[in-house]
Structures are given as structure tokens and as C-alpha cells.
């Protein structure tokens, strides 16, 4: 096979967020100076698939067999992500580039010793099930660097929404909240960091009380009322008080973290979720606020994408504690909410084919600059 390298072309991003909700697919077309967006879908992740992930991010002791069915079956659903956008777009394996494979966060450990993160994900089955160069493992070599291995969608956010008079933040709202904060030309680095949980809590709340895996638009939040008793303790919690570089998961917000802190305290179920809905917003206005100077945060604005761009009850809570910092529809700089993270990592393998880092050592906090993922060739 030749040298990819220098070539411009399809790339195909697929990611699975913490939500679980579902496999992203992203096509877009690559090249030196321009990246643009093509088509995007998603399927729904199986209801049997969802559970055996949730089992294995929940689980110390995971099985070989349990990680091999998984993972096999994650790949194929991936598979048919790709099949998809490919004939909806009149295109065969043959023109695409490379896939760029996220894999699904089992667990997330970069300041364990040893560091480590493992995305379950098999890209040799990927490339056998699509006929498709793939680019896969991305995060590890930046926790070989000395880095977190995240947030790794900044280098992209750099990319498309870097402004020469205005800062941007691009906010990411999927299971966990990830800021990027993007100053213009010469007042100061890129920097971005994971500013704790956004749907993940949200999400469990409303299924264990309501039986559905998300509160659509905030609207149960919105009956109920903040307690600031369990509010102040939430936040108490000391990642909120790290400086970055940082980044969390499952493994650290989870229902039983939630447990442990509503122990003492009684509050009514809805009560809870308007609370968990206040504890994002605040974290990442305050996280927000931290980054970027007074003299410039009127000429700020923060860029919602994700599934929890759709929240309306939560946008409304980061407007008012956001302000004068103004909120910017992504659609208005010319990229969907819902399809950013595919896009990223789509873009990520086209930059893996050029040899060009992926990484922002400034956000990670990785040595330097990394190539990051590894290819995966087709047989053909």
C-alpha cells in the first residue's frame, strides 16, 4: 500500500459518547487549508449492547469473553454506521481515506500509576467488516507523552472556530462537559479541560425515577426546585477546585457517587435532577469564567454542542450564570452540535495520515506535540 501521506480526501469519524446512546458517523472531506462537514448519522446503540458497556464501565473485573462479545458487537454496529453513510452518499470503501475509530471508554485512569485508558474497540475487525484504512487508539500515546489523553476535540475546535477579534469556547455537553478555550491570535494559548459531569448524573437520575434515558429539554428539572444545601455539597467535591490540565469519566462521576452524597441530605427526585442540572451549569460558568479575562469576556461567546445543546432548561441556567459572555448557536459558524465529536475524529485520522499532531500539549499536558492513533490497513 502507498504512503497516505499528503493525501486529501472522505474521512469518516465514529464515536460513541459516555451517554451510550448511540454510534456517530462522520464524513468529512479533508485538506490542507479547508475541512468540510458532508453528511452525518447515528444509530442507536442496542438496548442489549448499552447494557453489557454500562456493565463493563461499572465492573473491576471485567471477563476476556464479556470484553470480546462487546467489542464485537460495538465493531459491527460501527460497521454498519459506515455502510450507511456510504451508500447514502453514492460512495464505496475504495474513496474513503480512513475511518477514525474512538472505541467506547471503558475506564479512564491517567493519574493512576501506571497511567492508563482503554477504549474498547477492535480496528482490525472495523477494517475486515468496511474494506476501510482505520485509525484507531487515539488517546494512549498522549498518556505515554505524560498527558491526560484528553480532551483531544480541541486541535479540531482550533481548526473551525478559531476567531481573529473574539474569544470562543467550544463546549462540549455529552455524558461529561469539555471546554475549549480559544483566545485570538496573541492574547494566549488554546487551552481546554473536562469541567466534570454534564448529562452523565442528569441521565441516571431521570432513568431510575422516570424509566427514560434522558429528560428531554430539562423539562422534569424545570418542576423542581434547587437545593442549596446539596448543591454546595456537590461541589464541594475537589475536582472542581483542580487546575488543569484534567479530565474525568465514569470511573470517578457515577450513581454511587451521587449515592454517597445524597445520604444525608432528603430531597424530593425532582428536586435532585434541577439540582444536578444547577451543578453543571455553575461548574462550567465558573470553569469558563476562570479562563477567560474580564476585559475580554464581553467580546466572548461560548458554543454549545452535544447532546445537551438540545437542553433548553440547561442552556437557559448557562446563559444567566454566563453572562456577559453570550452563547453562540453552532450552526451559525457552520457546524451541526450533534455530529462535532465525529467530526473531530474524523479529522484526527486525516491528520494521523499526514503525520501532523493531534495532541494540544498546552490542554493534555503531554511533553509535546504527538502523531496519535494507529492505522489499521485493509487488505486490498
Not at 498527558?147 to 472556530?161: K, N, S
Not at 488543569?244 to 445524597?262: I, V
Amino acid at each position: 500500500m502507498t504512503n497516505p501521506a499528503g493525501l486529501d480526501g472522505y474521512c469518516i469519524g465514529l464515536m460513541s459518547g459516555t451517554s451510550l446512546d448511540g454510534i456517530d458517523a462522520a464524513l468529512l472531506w479533508c485538506q490542507q487549508d479547508s475541512i468540510r462537514f458532508v453528511d452525518a448519522l447515528a444509530l442507536p446503540m442496542p438496548p442489549g449492547l448499552r447494557t453489557a458497556l454500562l456493565e463493563l464501565c461499572d465492573t473491576k473485573q471485567p471477563s476476556f469473553i464479556e470484553l470480546a462479545q462487546a467489542e464485537h458487537a460495538f465493531c459491527t454496529v460501527q460497521a454498519e454506521a459506515v455502510t450507511q453513510i456510504l451508500r447514502r452518499n453514492a460512495l464505496q470503501h475504495t474513496d474513503i481515506l480512513a475511518l477514525g475509530s474512538h472505541g467506547q471508554t471503558i475506564e479512564h485512569q491517567p493519574e493512576a500509576e501506571p497511567p492508563f485508558t482503554y477504549q474498547l474497540d477492535n480496528p482490525h475487525l472495523l477494517s475486515e467488516l468496511t474494506g476501510c484504512r482505520t485509525v484507531s487508539d487515539f488517546r494512549r500515546r498522549d498518556v505515554a507523552a505524560g498527558g491526560q489523553g484528553a480532551p483531544l476535540a480541541p486541535a479540531f475546535h482550533r481548526a473551525v472556530f478559531s476567531d481573529e477579534n473574539r474569544w470562543r469556547v467550544a463546549l462540549n455537553l455529552g455524558g461529561f462537559a469539555n471546554i475549549t478555550v480559544l483566545p485570538p491570535p496573541g492574547e494566549g494559548p488554546v487551552r481546554g479541560f473536562d469541567t466534570g459531569p454534564a448529562n452523565v448524573l442528569m441521565d441516571a437520575w431521570h432513568h431510575r425515577h422516570r424509566q427514560h434515558p434522558f429528560d428531554e429539554h430539562g423539562q422534569w428539572a424545570r418542576t423542581g426546585n434547587i437545593d442549596d444545601a446539596l448543591l454546595t455539597t456537590l461541589m464541594s467535591d475537589p475536582f472542581f477546585k483542580r487546575r488543569p490540565p484534567k479530565s474525568t469519566g465514569r470511573e470517578y462521576f457515577n450513581q454511587n457517587w451521587l449515592d454517597t452524597h445524597l445520604k444525608p441530605f432528603s430531597v424530593a427526585p425532582n428536586d435532585v435532577q434541577a439540582t444536578l442540572l444547577e451543578l453543571t451549569a455553575r461548574t462550567i460558568a465558573e470553569a469558563i469564567y476562570d479562563q477567560i479575562p474580564a476585559h475580554a469576556q464581553p467580546r466572548a461567546s461560548v458554543i454549545p454542542c452535544g447532546g445537551g445543546a438540545h437542553n433548553t432548561f440547561l442552556l437557559n441556567r448557562l446563559a444567566a450564570h454566563l453572562d456577559p459572555i453570550e452563547l453562540c448557536e453552532c450552526e451559525t459558524l457552520g457546524w451541526s452540535p450533534d455530529w462535532l465529536e465525529a467530526c473531530a475524529f474524523a479529522w484526527l485520522a486525516w491528520q494521523r495520515l499526514n503525520h501532523r499532531p493531534g495532541n494540544l500539549p498546552e490542554v493534555t499536558g503531554a511533553k509535546g506535540p504527538r502523531v496519535l492513533g494507529t492505522v489499521t490497513a485493509p487488505q486490498f
